[in-house]
């Protein structure tokens, strides 16, 4: 059965993505539209030769988008329909290198964790880290556990409520980042932690602009 193809919805690039289910159709496909500031931080900071991590890659929109800029990129994603598609979405895109793809979930633990998939299927959200006792075993690891060397530039973090575990997790990566993008409720109970995190760092990294889901921090380059 042929699977249907879409170009993703970004002008700089023709990037190419599945489009099989409600989710990719109605979302994934659109992603440039659904998340401007994400894109546009993207086009903004993301440089050829600059490593970028995707961490919650979901089906791999955004960090496609960091690759065809000439970004190294490694995409995280757990979740077992996503990560399916992600690799065929790597597949599709034959002329953008250089991109790596884990299936393993970014926490403030190393070890083996929950998962509670609430859709499983390709380019479903909602799919989130859990402590509930009916969720599937997944591989966890701290972000500064994962860091084997190659210091990312830019790290997306995009996991459904799991943002302050991966912050906490991973403080000395992120420290060293260019750039950092979290997506995060201002409501969440976690947010005023994470931003707590960055301003530890001092005049290295500071909080630069939020709306109600995207919260962007950029080392400072003043003095």
Known sequence: MHMPVEL???????I????????????RSKSAAKEPETTAWIDEYVQEG???WDIGACVGTYGLMAASRGAEVTFVEPEEANFARLKENIALNKNIPRVIACRLALSEVTGV?????IHGEAGAAGNHISEDVDGID??????DD?????????????????ELQVVRGGVETLQ??????????????GLEEIRAVFAGFGETMFYRSGTA?????VRSTDG
């Not at 993703?8 to 023709?14: E, F, R």
């Not at 190419?16 to 979302?27: A, L, N, P, S």
């Not at 964790?113 to 998939?117: D, E």
């Not at 997944?138 to 972000?143: F, G, L, N, S, V």
């Open 8 to 14: 993703l919805d970004y002008t700089k690039a023709d």
């Open 16 to 27: 190419r993505i599945m489009v099989e289910t409600q989710w990719e159709r109605q979302w």
């Open 50 to 52: 600059d490593v970028f």
């Open 113 to 117: 964790g929950k998962m509670n998939v």
């Open 138 to 143: 997944i591989e966890i690891c701290r972000m």
């Open 146 to 162: 994962f860091n084997s060397g190659t210091q990312p530039d830019h790290v997306k973090i995009d996991v459904d409520g799991h």
């Open 176 to 189: 060293a980042c260019k750039t950092v993008m979290i997506e995060i409720e201002h409501e969440h109970e």
């Open 213 to 217: 889901y995207n919260h962007r921090f």
